[in-house]
């Protein structure tokens, strides 16, 4: 049996009539159509819950308060009952009538088979120069961290068999838009792909879910996949913003000088009013960037917020002290200004940094 996920956020439009020339295509293959729908505002979940009450093979996962491509196809995956799982987009630019193919692909060769645009016979249809370029950049960069090689791994158009998804679930990384990828990624090496050529086709009805947030997300998992495990990403976005922080607090600074003195030297008073002003303000910089980017999965609202910033100026007060204390340290037994300036400085990071991970943002 085929079990076929189709993801959707915003797709109402779409839906009935996809459904039907799916079920067309894959009349002579016994399957299910699993549609994920996470809660959209244009009530994607109702059209496919109307769908899904007069067809036994057609089922909805509708996901309350959460996001995300790839979580979606996996958790449409757990649910399945088939041998081989599929995924297509649900806005009509994959190619249904290859469906069969795919699935009697990945049932002969207990892996994956990949809907590709980028194997001889296959095309991006018409797409811009610049759309095309960004993917072959993407493409190259992700095929370097892929275990087993196919020419177009971020393809969204695929099926894998069950055995194979069983074998690579605990080791999945369900993050953003990329699952085919996560797969080739982790999978054994010995997995058996096939590609199939198609025309990535046009958008029936609605708007594209490929936002800038979406490919900020590809880099950061990329950096995951590969890095990862030696410097944990959310360390990396932390230092990020610690570095833009250090811009605003020096822009900061020489704005409210500029305020008290002008372009005249300021007093001893006006000077420390400046940096004492100029630093709460990269604190606060700060703690929203980290809240909305650095620590998003476990983003402090409201009230939350109020005395998480509280928590993050305690972290950073302590940090300052930490720094303070081993730069001064090490000068006093003889180390270079520098070097105990430096080591002071990462010590402060990592210890401000650790103490907002288990008291502001555990969690
Ligand atoms: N469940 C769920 N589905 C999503 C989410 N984001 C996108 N989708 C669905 O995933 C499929 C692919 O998204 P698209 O916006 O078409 O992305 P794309 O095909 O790479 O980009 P375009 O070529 O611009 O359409 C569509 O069926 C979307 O409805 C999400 O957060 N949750
Ligand atoms: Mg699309």
Redesign the pocket.
Same mark, same amino acid.
């Given at each position: 049996m085929f079990s076929l996920i189709l993801?959707?956020?915003n797709?109402a439009e779409n839906i009935p009539e996809l459904v039907r020339s799916i079920k067309n295509a894959l009349a002579c293959v016994p399957h299910e159509i699993i549609i994920? &729908? &996470?809660d959209s505002p244009d009530k994607t979940w109702h059209i496919a819950q109307e769908i899904a009450h007069d067809q036994d093979d057609v089922h909805i996962i509708r996901r309350v308060g959460r =996001? $995300?491509?790839s979580s979606?196809v996996i958790e449409g995956f757990l649910s399945a009952k088939g041998d081989v799982f599929g995924v297509m987009?649900? &806005?009509g630019?994959h190619d249904e009538s290859l469906l069969p193919a795919l699935y009697e692909a990945a049932l002969a060769n207990g892996g994956i088979s990949v809907g590709s645009r980028y194997t001889e016979g296959g095309s991006v249809g018409e797409w811009d120069e610049q759309r095309y370029l960004l993917s072959r950049i993407a493409t190259k960069l992700a095929m370097s961290l892929c275990k087993v090689k196919v020419k177009d791994p971020m393809s $969204?158009f695929f099926a894998v068999h069950r055995s194979t998804f069983e074998k690579v679930l605990p080791t999945l990384n369900p993050k953003g838009f990329k699952i085919l990828l996560d797969f080739l990624v982790h999978v054994p090496k010995e997995t058996r792909a096939e590609e199939i050529p198609f025309t990535f086709g046009k =958008?029936m009805h609605g708007e594209?879910?490929?936002s800038r947030r979406v490919q900020i997300e590809f880099l950061e998992y990329l950096y995951d996949v590969a890095l990862g495990r030696f410097i944990p990403l959310v360390f990396v976005k932390y230092c990020i913003v610690g570095s833009m922080g250090v811009i605003v607090h020096v822009s900061a600074f020489s704005l409210i000088s500029y305020f008290f003195a002008g372009a005249a030297e300021p007093t001893f008073r006006q000077f420390s009013l400046s940096v004492a002003v100029a630093i709460e303000t990269a604190v606060v910089f700060n703690f929203l960037l980290n809240n909305a980017w650095t620590f998003s999965h476990v983003r402090l609202k409201g009230r939350a917020a109020l005395v998480g910033f509280l928590k993050f100026n305690g972290a950073c007060l302590f940090g300052a002290l930490a720094n303070y204390a081993v730069s001064a340290f090490l000068f006093s037994f003889g180390f270079a200004k520098i070097l105990s300036v430096v080591v002071g400085a990462f010590t402060g990071v990592i210890w401000n940094y650790t103490m907002n991970r288990m008291l502001t943002w555990r969690h």
């Open positions: 993801p959707t956020y797709e994920v &729908d &996470d =996001r $995300g491509l979606a987009d649900a &806005d630019q $969204g =958008r594209s879910k490929l």
